[in-house]
């Protein structure tokens, strides 16, 4: 049930699942008195992080859980444990610990992938981000508090004229 793997160039690996608290499951099982379906906690390979607990938990992945057979099953994630949700021991043998080893690496890999994306685009929005500072501090500077010289004074009756002439103003 294990679903780590490494990514070339990355130190990380991907998030998996080690191993089932054992504790954690009703004492009755293998006796008459056994639920058919209970929750299931398994030990992740490491922390998840917030973006992945968001995904584990969201509707990408109950949508992936019953397009393969598993509508009823619930995942939850608290702290370094997955809570699987109305399943039982027999259910995770026979397919749904894959189902779920899958969605736990794709969920992973295309974080790892818009993180990857992310880093490289930084610079160039870094770039672009002096760039704009540099032209926005450029146009700043140009900007001169100065009183205007009498020879560049606007001629009021000359910009009235204007006005009416470009049809601003009805003349009675």
């Not at 981000?129 to 450029?138: C, F, G, H, I, W």
């Amino acid at each position: 049930m294990n679903a780590q793997v490494k990514i070339a160039g990355q130190g990380s690996e991907l998030l998996g699942l080690g191993s089932i608290l054992i504790g954690s499951l009703p004492a009755a099982l293998m006796t008459d008195e056994a639920p058919d379906r209970y929750t299931v906690e398994a030990v992740f390979t490491r922390m998840a992080d917030r973006d992945e607990v968001a995904a584990i938990q969201g509707s990408e992945t109950r949508a992936h859980l019953s397009a393969n057979g598993f509508p009823t099953v619930e995942l939850h994630v608290a702290d370094r444990r997955l809570e699987i949700a109305n399943t039982n021991l027999e259910e995770l043998r026979d397919g749904l610990a894959a189902v779920i080893a899958e969605r736990l690496v794709e969920i992973s890999a295309t974080l790892v992938a818009a993180r990857e994306i992310g880093a490289l685009r930084l610079p160039d929005a870094s770039d672009a981000e002096q760039k704009r500072a540099a032209s926005v501090a450029a146009l700043a500077e140009s900007v001169v508090f100065a009183r205007r010289s009498p020879a560049v004074a606007f001629d009021d009756d000359a910009r009235i004229e204007d006005w009416f002439e470009e049809g601003g103003a009805f003349r009675g």
